[in-house]
Nanobody, 121 residues
Framework: VQLQASGGGLVQAGGSLRLSCANS??????MGWFRQAPGKKREFVAA????????YYADSVKGRFTISRDNAKNTVYLQMNSLEPEDAADYYCAASPGEGLRTRMDDYDYWGQGTLVTVSS
């Protein structure tokens, strides 16, 4: 499994970005997005089941971010709307072969490189 995250960039507060995570290997994994701001721990953002039927979000992004997947394209997305300066971080996608939704870093076996999101106020 090789994960390639992309789509980060600079956006003004209130703006939107869509992150993508392409999986070059098996697609049948639970997928998650995490983020890490400078000086802070990496934290859970969102997760989606293998079929995309169930999603789960951190409270801080609920209602603003949407995780989705296109298994035909082996890609998972994170649509981020109403971005706030507090959302600025490196965003990482991750894959878990387990069952159910996963929110802990330890649950994920495979990680992509980060894609940087910067939000100007």
């Amino acid at each position: 499994v090789q994960l390639q995250a992309s789509g980060g960039g600079l956006v003004q507060a209130g703006g939107s970005l869509r992150l993508s995570c392409a999986n070059s290997g098996r697609i049948n994994y639970i997928m998650g997005w995490f983020r890490q701001a400078p000086g802070k721990k990496r934290e859970f953002v969102a997760a989606i089941t293998r079929t995309g039927g169930i999603t789960y979000y951190a409270d801080s992004v609920k209602g603003r971010f949407t995780i989705s997947r296109d298994n035909a394209k082996n890609t998972v997305y994170l649509q981020m709307n109403s971005l706030e300066p507090e959302d600025a971080a490196d965003y990482y996608c991750a894959a878990s072969p387990g069952e159910g939704l996963r929110t802990r870093m330890d649950d994920y076996d495979y990680w992509g490189q980060g894609t940087l999101v910067t939000v100007s106020s």
